[in-house]
């Protein structure tokens, strides 16, 4: 047999870096030309937090195959950390003099905080929570998501010092979610997914989520990895929330409420557990659809609703089930075929 | 020749039922064990004591002279136990390929932020454990299906699939629990020749527990007999078959 043909591995990156690039000069001249308005770069901006949120989601969810109900309340740590961080920086006031640039380490290190203080929170609630399964899991994640919440509106200030602002919420956030930040920081999380998925420890997960005594008796340490891949889930979140807060400007403690981890969840379940893909397009779909939706509002939540109720009747394991696609592998997979056929014909003109 | 896996009086109670009571085996390097006995004889519990699924009552399990009292079964599977199951349990989702180098998984030193920099070291430990994957798919005749979703094997192939999973952790010791469970005698005889392959290629000890006797007589070296959590014959397989106690407790008692 004919040695297949396979993409070199520089050669895939740089195929995918191209077609990032590519991307964002579409947005971005999209953007220029005016073809999209200010309005639907704000949602396409959305649409990055939720796709950040889908996936970071379906670690915990689709790859190490526990169901966390309280992922809304690691995006509230992100959110708060960021802002008050970023309030604390003369981020403001620049951005309003309209020196955007000058902003860039403040946002930096805000998300890099989001990141690590709602990874500290996954850690500790991971602990405790990891040690049970399915429902049990479930229900103490939502309690901690809860909780996160209700001190959130509670420690409005500690010792004198404005910290949340309560149940007013925290306002005058400078708006540094552009698009390009956006961008950037999608690329980067979906990265970061990627190449921890492809390695030992990605493997790790996801033999915990097949079988997690099969895993065990070939010396997986379990525990280290349900962890990990916890907090990793967290950070995730934090960091978009961080983003959230940079779009909207002002933060309430009851936007994280139960429903908005239900959302998240939603996302990932109609995308199909353990998708990558399927989570962006889900993000996409499900931030998108209401949007078109808007000019029946009336009945929004309804088509809402149904397109749920088909998508789990006729797709019941989600969009893309666990299909993770790879534009090389497409690509090899394709050109095999091609001279596979190509062999085989002449094979038969050799015969004849 | 010194023993791969000794155990010395191994007991377990759950509430007031002792499930293995005084239970003794000595295996040593390239031999073939086997343990036998009726349904519900403590057998299984036996493998779940050696891997530290229970804990015993008391006793000791040595491997190679090395006491594994309170090793959990991943600390085991790093000191050499390796196993399979009676159910299959594969990682389904999972290629075949990587469902061995997961075996791996310990022996690869990468850390996280290395795997997510792609460091030097992430490559060459991949690439490695790739190769060394399809070498031992390779023994097993399996490297054409090294991309193929392990759910989607055919039986046969699944249960091949565990014992290269099981030898990929290195082991000193395997533990096949009921390997030839749901085969036709042509698969029988295959794995048979199977196991005497791991045997001559791997150089470790094995212990097996099985009910197709044909399988047992045919390959151990070393038969252990256990009725209601006791050993009631230990020897070759001519002792075992000829020993009225074992045929007593497979058969009854005759009547007078």
């Given at each position: 047999m004919e040695k297949k043909f396979k993409i070199a591995m520089p050669v895939r990156y740089g195929i995918n870096f191209a077609l990032i690039v590519l991307g964002w000069v579409i947005f971005t001249v999209l953007f220029s030309t005016g073809a999209l308005n200010d309005y639907w770069k704000g949602i396409v901006v959305n649409i990055g937090v939720n796709i950040i949120l889908a996936t970071s989601l379906n670690i915990a969810c689709g790859y190490l195959g526990q169901l966390p109900l309280g992922h809304a309340g690691f995006m509230a740590v992100g959110a708060y950390t960021g802002a008050i961080y970023i309030k604390a920086t003369p981020a403001y006031d620049l951005l309003r003099a309209g020196?955007?640039?000058?902003i860039i380490p403040y946002v930096i290190v805000a998300i890099i905080l989001a990141a690590l203080v709602s990874g500290i929170f996954g850690l500790l609630i991971g602990i405790p929570a990891l040690r049970l399964k399915g429902d049990y899991l479930a229900i103490i994640t939502l309690g901690f998501g809860e909780i996160i919440r209700i001190v959130i509106t509670n420690i409005d200030s500690v010792l004198g010092f404005k910290f949340t602002?309560?149940?007013?919420g925290l306002a005058r956030i400078p708006k540094f979610s552009s698009f390009n930040l956006m961008y950037i920081m999608t690329v980067i999380s979906l990265f970061l997914i990627h190449v921890f998925m492809k390695s030992r420890h990605g493997r790790a997960v996801l033999s915990i989520r097949d079988n997690e005594i099969a895993a065990e008796s070939v010396g997986i340490n379990t525990t280290f990895y349900k962890t990990t891949a916890f907090v990793f889930s967290a950070m995730l979140a934090g960091v978009a929330g961080c983003l959230y807060a940079g779009t909207l400007g002002s933060l309430y403690p009851?936007?994280?409420?139960?429903m908005k981890s239900i959302e998240i969840l939603v996302m990932v379940v109609l995308g199909g557990m353990g998708s990558m893909l399927g989570s962006v397009i889900a993000a996409i779909v499900l931030t998108g659809l209401p949007e078109l939706l808007r000019s029946f509002s009336d009945y929004r939540m309804v088509l809402y609703s149904l397109a749920l109720v088909l998508m789990m009747i006729f797709r019941p394991k989600g969009l893309m089930g666990t299909y993770d696609f790879s534009l090389n592998k497409s690509i090899e997979n394709i050109v095999n075929k091609i001279r596979g056929k190509k062999a085989a014909k002449a094979d038969k003109e050799v015969q004849e | 020749m010194s023993n791969v896996l000794k155990c010395e009086h191994l007991r377990v109670v759950f509430g007031g039922l002792?499930?293995?009571?005084d239970f003794n085996i000595e295996v040593e390097e390239n031999q073939i064990a086997g343990l036998i006995g009726p349904n519900g004889a403590g057998k299984t519990t036996v493998f779940n004591l050696l891997t530290g699924v229970y804990t015993p009552t008391s006793g000791v399990v040595t491997l190679c002279d090395k006491d594994l009292a309170g090793m959990s079964t991943i600390q085991r599977s790093h000191a050499g136990i390796a196993r399979t199951f009676q159910n299959i349990r594969l990682f389904k989702d999972m290629s075949v390929i990587d469902n061995v180098i997961n075996s791996f998984n310990y022996r690869m030193k990468y850390t996280i932020p290395e795997a997510m920099l792609r460091l030097p070291r992430y490559w060459k430990e991949e690439k490695a454990a790739r190769e060394r994957a399809l070498e031992l798919l390779g023994v097993f005749n399996m490297q054409d299906l090294a991309e193929v979703n392990a759910g989607n094997l055919p039986y046969g192939a699944q249960r091949r699939l565990e014992i290269v999973r099981a030898l990929a952790t290195n082991p000193k010791l395997l533990l096949l629990d009921?390997?030839?469970?749901?085969?036709n005698p042509a698969e029988t005889t295959a794995l048979m020749e199977t196991i005497g392959k791991i045997r001559d290629n791997f150089h470790i000890a094995i212990l097996l527990i099985e009910h197709d006797m044909s399988l047992v007589m045919g390959i151990c070296e070393q038969i252990t007999v256990l009725n209601f959590g006791e050993v009631i014959a230990q020897g070759t397989p001519e002792q075992i078959q000829n020993n009225p106690v074992v045929i007593e407790a497979y058969l009854g008692k005759d009547r007078d």
């Open positions: 020196n955007t640039t000058a602002y309560g149940a007013s009851a936007t994280f409420k139960f | 002792a499930a293995v009571s009921e390997p030839a469970a749901g085969m």
